[in-house]
Structure formats: structure tokens, C-alpha cells
């Protein structure tokens, strides 16, 4: 079997263990976090319900990985790790982000890519755009419509979405815009775009939200969190963003070395007032252009079960990822409750590195991830020492 039959394959059962794990955990997460009444299904209690365990699917992606991205194959090399003789995930080596600026992550070959999504390279330059390249999104679109659904629409209305972010033609290699696109399209009511050529129309999505009232079917809104700061100091007419009942908002994204800056909560508050829907009802995501995996606030989906208050700032893990804290010199596991890097092995990158070191800051609880930000300054040296090996530095 050569190495695009063998990623065809480990698609499929990783497809297979993505609708697997919402059956078993209709809704919470084998990772860390769950919404909120849920018990997290068990690998090994529950093996009847899953095509497979985690680990070894994950440990499957990585000797994949190993054996046809030589980037993943220098690192596993320079840390003496045998994937052959792995038994569990949290075995393999993390891939740094920063990798996929300088090189190319990818068990294929370039003219295999299906599409390759890029950062936003705002911070450090376009020349720094990191790449993830994908030979399929069949398995990233079942991932974030999965856990898309189950966190922002999981009452399963008829949705308008109304988008504070550019159009996917626009920005063809956004992961973010990508996704939405794919959302829009699951929610099958009207769909309006308005940020355009790199500017916010803010007349356009009152329009929007005017029509949304008219005819009373609650919205979606999706956008970036420099957007709703804009959308916010447009001052547009009192009430003209406020949207029907059962509305709902998803923000995402930092402010990418922007100079306005708003504290989250103060943001989550001034989105809510500005368009008319509860707290509970403003959902910060977390993703990046590195995974094919997103973590979400369980705020919504609690509400909507009617199911104690889930706390603002706490994200869920879909239960075909794995989060943890990690010490930023060793890259060791930390206990549950310490501060450290998150490390998240994403079942879903089946074509490039199925554990990926990041540079946040978390505490991992049963709870959920708590996010503190980036680590500031240079790239903490555990990141860094693993972003040498990978690029042929040295052991």
C-alpha cells in the first residue's frame, strides 16, 4: 500500500472514531473538558463503542507521519523516540508551531494538496506565514462541523449566519474562513459576509440583523475578536444590532499584535449589550491554522440543556483531542490544575503531525482548558531545543 492508499486509510478510521465518539459521549469530551453533566467515555471501559482506542489511532498517525514527513522523522530521530515501540499517545513527540513557518509539515507531496492553509503572518510579516497543508479536508470538515454543532447549535434551529470575518474567496487559504464557510452552509438559512476587502461594513451587517428581526429566525454571528471591536466603535443607531431570540455569537482569535485591545470579558459583555442575546450565549473559540480541531465555551450548551451555569473562559476539548499542560523546559506532563504549554494530540491531522506543541499558556482541569495566553518573549526553550531538532539543528 503506497503512502497516499496508506492516508486514505487512516482517514477513514479516523472519520469513523470521530462519529464513534459522539455516540459513546453524546455530550462531553475524552480530553479535557466536557460540557457541562457529561462523563467523559473511557478508551478502555467503552472499547466496544469505539471502532478503536485513541492511543493507537494516534500512534498509527504518527508512524505515518514518521516514515513520510522528514521533519516529524528528524524529531522522533533526534529524541530517540521508537514509534514502533510506543504503547501510548502521550509518547510522541510534539511538533512546535513555529515548525510551520520554516517547513513543510506534510506526508504527502505538494501536488497532492487539496488546499493549504496559512496564518495570518500579521504579528511577524507575510514572509513568516506558517502552512498546513491538507490532502483531504474530508476529515477537518466532519471534525468542525461535529464539534461546531455540538457546542453552538446543538438545539439543532434553523439558523441565519451573519459573518464578521471575509468571504472565503476572498481568503482562500484562512482555515477560520474556511470553516465558517462550511458552517453556513450545515445551517442552510440566509448567509451574509461583511467584512470585505479588508473593511468592516457595518451598515450591511445592521441590514442583516434588520432582516433577522423582520423575520424573526435567530442568527448565527461569526467573527473574529478585532471585528466585533470595530463592529462595537461603529456606534451604529441604538438597536440596530440587536437579532431575535435564541441568537447566538461565536468570536474567536487574538488582536495579532493589534494596538486596540479589549479584555475578554469586557468584550463578551459589550457583544451581548450591542446585539440583544444573554451571556451565556457569546462563545469564544479556540483554534489554529496548525490543527484541524477546535475547542469551544460550553456556556451555550449548558444554557440550552438547562444544565448548571458553565463558566466563561473554560474551553472543551472534542473527544478525539487531547490537551494537556506541559512544563515549558521539559515538555514534561504537568498535574492537572498547573499552568504549563499546551500540548494537543488532534486525531484529525491525519497528513501532518498528530501532536502539536503550541506556545499557549493553559491550566488542564476536569473542567476544561482554562486559556492564559501566549508565553511572552522568545519561544519558551522546550519549543525551541524540539524546533531545532526538527529543522536538522542538532540533538
Not at 492516508?7 to 472514531?17: C, K, Q
Not at 488582536?255 to 462563545?283: D, F, M, N, Q, T
Not at 474551553?315 to 523546559?329: F, G, I, N
Not at 501532518?352 to 486559556?371: F, K, N, W
Amino acid at each position: 500500500m503506497g503512502p497516499i492508499d496508506q492516508s486514505e486509510a487512516l482517514h477513514r478510521r479516523a472519520r469513523a472514531f470521530i462519529e464513534a465518539s459522539l455516540r459513546v459521549d453524546g455530550t462531553g469530551s475524552t480530553g479535557a473538558g466536557r460540557a457541562a453533566g457529561a462523563s467523559p467515555p473511557q478508551d478502555q471501559g467503552e472499547r466496544g463503542a469505539l471502532p478503536e482506542t485513541f492511543d493507537a489511532l494516534a500512534l498509527d498517525l504518527a508512524r505515518h507521519q514518521a516514515a513520510h514527513c522528514a521533519p516529524v522523522a528528524r524529531l522522533f530521530e533526534a529524541r530517540g523516540a521508537d514509534v514502533a515501540a510506543m504503547d501510548l499517545a502521550a509518547q510522541i513527540p510534539a511538533v512546535p508551531c513555529d515548525v510551520f513557518r520554516f517547513a513543510r509539515v506534510a506526508a504527502h507531496p505538494p501536488e497532492a494538496d487539496e488546499r493549504v492553509f496559512r496564518t495570518s503572518g500579521t504579528s511577524l510579516g507575510a514572509a513568516s506565514r506558517g502552512e498546513h497543508p491538507f490532502r483531504t479536508t474530508a476529515t477537518y470538515e466532519l471534525a468542525a462541523l461535529a464539534w461546531g454543532e455540538r457546542l453552538l447549535w446543538p438545539d439543532g434551529v434553523r439558523l441565519r449566519a451573519i459573518v464578521l470575518a471575509p468571504p472565503l474567496h476572498e481568503a482562500p487559504d484562512s482555515s477560520l474562513g474556511f470553516m465558517i464557510d462550511r458552517f453556513a452552509a450545515r445551517l442552510s438559512g440566509p448567509a451574509s459576509w461583511h467584512v470585505r476587502g479588508g473593511e468592516l461594513d457595518a451598515a450591511g451587517f445592521a441590514r442583516a440583523c434588520a432582516e433577522a428581526r423582520a423575520s424573526g429566525e435567530p442568527a448565527l454571528v461569526l467573527g473574529t475578536s478585532f471585528a466585533f471591536v470595530h463592529l462595537i466603535e461603529a456606534k451604529l443607531p441604538e438597536g440596530a444590532a440587536l437579532l431575535p431570540e435564541g441568537s447566538r455569537v461565536m468570536q474567536t482569535g487574538g488582536y495579532k499584535g493589534r494596538s486596540r485591545e479589549v479584555p475578554a470579558e469586557e468584550l463578551r459583555a459589550s457583544i451581548a449589550r450591542a446585539l440583544g442575546v444573554p451571556l451565556s450565549h457569546v462563545v469564544s473559540e479556540y483554534g489554529m491554522t496548525e490543527l484541524s480541531s477546535q475547542l469551544y465555551e460550553g456556556t451555550l450548551a449548558a444554557a440550552l440543556a438547562g444544565a448548571p451555569r458553565a463558566a466563561p473562559g473554560l474551553y472543551l476539548a472534542p473527544p478525539w483531542t487531547r490537551v494537556t499542560a506541559v512544563d515549558p523546559e521539559t515538555l514534561a506532563p504537568l498535574p492537572a490544575g498547573a499552568i504549563g504549554l499546551a500540548r494537543i494530540v488532534d486525531l484529525a491531522n491525519v497528513d501532518s503531525a498528530v501532536a502539536i506543541q503550541t506556545a499557549d499558556r493553559v491550566r488542564v482541569t476536569a473542567e476544561g482548558v482554562e486559556l492564559l495566553g501566549r508565553a511572552s518573549g522568545a519561544p519558551p526553550r522546550g519549543c525551541s531545543i524540539a524546533m531545532d531538532q526538527m529543522l536538522g539543528g542538532g540533538p
